[in-house]
């Protein structure tokens, strides 16, 4: 049962909302939660009898299990967040709640059973206030580049001032984009041949969604998987197919809600599982800016959004399962977007459905 069906429980648990605590006075038994964090148990609290399992929430996704067998165990729990370091992408049971990223603002629903509403604030996001992924790629610079294939990201960057720009609202995601189930290549082995099937490898609890916007090209959409790729990451060098590079374009990624890692210059934002962990994970945001309107391109009130999630393949490069250029990726969507379609919000839904996202034109907050 939640802490709203139980009188004791929303006393000490939701009367609590910055640092909500358990405390079972007849079993001795206190717990302290992270913040918007909730707990149930099998029976009410008079009516507990050895072993008892505890289910503790995360405010966003993450359960934690635990089960106490005596009254030995009855002591002082505290349940923290942090980084999650499992290597399987769809942990059943957590070592402790998944870290909120730092740039999330949460704000409470009207009982803790509820999941608080969370927005993600790109003000001082340095990678996706604006977008700028698309000043690192391979196609963006290097000795390879012909003058008319150069891609034109500086001007995409240096261009977009944050008015009349397409902005991201909300995302939401139901399928887990490192779930070990996918398969990520079919063909020949590169050494000897055979046939080969390869799933994803075991990429852990975080997966890093990616987009790319260019101006609208129906050929694009006839571009095989692996073109489409390439195409969206500028490495069309690799494949050497540079007389396909768009005139200008944007890429970057789409934050998360829980943070990753720590270590460096920038906290990245990912997505959790959501085979189990967290079945459907929805974030609003503000401040992001993805597209300008103003670029000075012709014909530029029609575009394609490009979506998918970043794998690592080079462990399977190294094992020379895979050609050195093929990308593993995860294709989420691509979608066609009509300026005037957005000067009210935009729900776009991939064909999975698992994957929706609602953009809108406006204005970048000064």
Request: aromatic fraction near 10%; charged fraction near 25%; hydrophobic fraction near 35%.
């Amino acid at each position: 049962m939640s802490c709203k069906k139980t009188a004791l429980w929303i006393f000490f648990i939701c009367g609590a909302f910055l640092t909500p605590t358990f405390a079972n006075p007849d079993q001795g038994l206190s717990i302290k939660l992270p913040p918007y964090s909730r707990i149930e148990m099998e029976k009410s609290p008079g009516e507990l009898v050895f072993p008892f399992t505890v289910k503790i929430f995360g405010p966003l996704g993450g359960v934690i299990e635990k089960t106490i067998f005596s009254s030995n165990e009855l002591k002082p729990l505290v349940i923290r967040s942090d980084i999650i370091p499992l290597k399987d992408p769809n942990p059943k049971n957590l070592p402790f709640l998944p870290e909120i990223c730092g740039r999330v603002i949460l704000e409470p629903a009207e009982t803790l059973s509820v999941s608080p509403r969370a927005v993600y604030d790109g003000t001082d996001d340095l990678l996706n206030h604006f977008p700028v992924f698309q000043l690192l790629e391979p196609d963006s610079y290097g000795i390879h580049n012909q003058e008319t294939h150069v891609l034109l990201s500086n001007k995409s960057y240096s261009h977009m001032d944050g008015l009349n720009v397409l902005l991201l609202k909300s995302v939401e995601l139901k399928y887990d984009y490192e779930d070990s189930g996918i398969i990520d290549y079919v063909g020949p082995d590169p050494v000897n041949g055979k046939e080969v099937a390869i799933h994803e490898g075991d990429g852990g609890f975080y997966a890093n969604i990616h987009y790319a916007i260019v101006p609208y090209d129906k050929k694009i959409l006839s571009f095989d998987r692996q073109t489409l790729l390439h195409f969206a990451q500028g490495k069309l060098m690799e494949i050497d197919r540079l007389d396909l590079s768009p005139l200008i374009k944007t890429h970057s990624l789409i934050p998360g809600p829980f943070l990753s890692k720590r270590e460096g210059t920038y906290a990245p934002c990912e997505w959790g599982d959501t085979a189990y962990q967290a079945p459907v994970q929805k974030m609003d945001y503000q401040n992001i800016a993805l597209w300008d309107w103003d670029y000075p391109i012709e014909k530029n009130d029609r575009l394609l959004m490009i979506v998918w999630e970043g794998d690592e393949e080079e462990w399977l490069i190294k094992q020379k399962r895979i050609d050195p250029f093929y990308l593993t990726d995860d294709l989420i969507g691509i979608f066609e977007i009509k300026k005037r379609k957005t000067r009210k919000p935009l729900t776009l839904i991939n064909e999975k459905g698992d994957f929706k996202m609602t953009l809108q034109t406006g204005d970048v907050s000064q």
